[in-house]
């Protein structure tokens, strides 16, 4: 199969949809894939290092979208690359459809086939290719989260360790999956006194084993995510439901009556973000202040330590792309349900159910479009 993979274009992307590594490995399997000179300058991988793993570089995005059958890009495609899908040919990144009505309807008139990164599944539920940028997020929102504090960029001016005599500061986890235990763990690293709170109860007992009593952990209910945020000088939205837009866990009436100073850092913004006064912000301005608090909302932050993310991405979607170009996406899905969970969008049709439901669109059973 020819493989494509178009330089990043979203701004402050400087992630790449394949690594020189992955290249050589899609090419041992007899697979032309066709690079974009430039592409892997953001994971300080330049073309010669594609060239020898044995991709052919072409000059611009136009040519990778007309010949390559399989489009894999990290990022879901920008106005100018939808426009140049078209029917017949198989789009493998993140998509984050449920809060993208335009994206998604830009999708369905391509007549591409599209599939989505972050709602493949495996065997336990979980979300396999979501998992790596969820963890470099959650690292991530507490460093940023740190920086924020300080005064001179709005913060309360709180050192999340604090230092002999002084307490430290107070770290907030709303939800404990992926994210929400890899901020934990950077926070506790850090020395911070941390809270988590999640509405599964079996999680907060993995939790606690995982733990061992350095974590207060609460179930979510109203009244306690209140109580810990409106206590808080760093709070993290780390909650997601697959493919769907995320749930609102503050009101802005919630925000307003935080410590001034506080920060609010919203890992689900990719879904629509947790808070009602969240909106998508970007590394070049990642930060804004609602009443007295500041949020940092950057819709791509794995996309600020592109090295790190690429290969960590790349280690989890390689299997599903040699999959798909060596059977076909049709096969491919019929043989792997989990990779089938990962079709969105199919031949001018939606098949993923959250994204219609949060849309109001129609959608069609991923199954069916399989025969």
């Not at 926070?187 to 993995?206: C, K, N, P, T």
């Not at 995982?210 to 000088?233: I, P, T």
């Not at 950057?298 to 690429?310: F, L, Y």
């Not at 993923?352 to 129609?362: F, N, R």
Request: proline letters at 6%; glycine letters at 12%; charged letters at 20%.
């Amino acid at each position: 199969m020819r493989i494509g993979v178009p330089k990043e274009i979203k701004p402050q992307e400087n992630r790449a949809g394949l690594t020189p590594p992955a290249v050589q490995e899609l090419v041992r399997h007899g697979h032309e894939v066709l690079v974009q000179a430039g592409t892997g300058a953001g994971i300080g991988s330049d073309d010669a290092q594609y060239q020898a793993a044995g991709a052919r570089l072409v000059p611009d995005a136009a040519a990778v979208f007309a010949e390559a059958e399989l489009i894999v890009k990290v990022k879901e495609p920008q106005p100018g690359e939808l426009a140049m899908l078209r029917r017949g040919q198989v789009l493998f990144a993140y998509l984050h459809l449920a809060p993208d009505e335009a994206q998604t309807r830009g999708l369905i008139a391509s007549g591409c086939t599209a599939i989505a990164y972050e709602t493949i599944t495996d065997a336990r539920g979980r979300l396999p290719l979501l998992a790596p940028m969820s963890e470099v997020a959650g690292r991530m929102a507490v460093q940023v989260g740190a920086v924020a504090l300080q005064r001179p960029n709005g913060g309360r001016g709180v050192l999340l360790g604090g230092v002999p005599g002084v307490a430290p500061g107070r770290v907030v986890v709303l939800g404990g999956g992926v994210v929400g235990t890899h901020a934990a763990k950077m926070a506790v690293g850090l020395g911070a006194e941390v809270s988590i709170l999640d509405r599964s109860l079996a999680r907060l007992r993995e939790l606690d084993d995982l733990f061992g009593g350095r974590v207060k952990l609460l179930y979510a209910s109203g009244a306690e995510v209140e109580q810990a945020v409106l206590g808080a000088d760093l709070v993290i939205g780390a909650v997601l439901v697959p493919g769907a837009a995320a749930p609102k866990l503050l009101t802005r009436a919630q925000v307003a009556r935080m410590q001034p100073g506080a920060v609010l850092v919203d890992v689900a913004i990719d879904q629509g973000g947790c808070f009602e006064t969240s909106r998508p912000t970007t590394h070049a301005e990642p930060t804004y202040v609602v009443d007295g608090v500041v949020h940092y909302c950057v819709a791509n932050m794995p996309g600020g330590v592109p090295r790190t993310s690429t290969w960590a991405l790349n280690n989890a979607t390689l299997p599903f792309t040699l999959a798909l170009a060596g059977k076909g996406w049709r096969r491919a899905c019929a043989d792997d349900p989990h990779l089938l969970a990962g079709l969105n969008v199919h031949d001018g049709q939606l098949t993923y159910a959250a994204v219609g439901e949060a849309l109001g669109l129609p959608v069609a059973d991923a199954r069916s479009v399989l025969h």
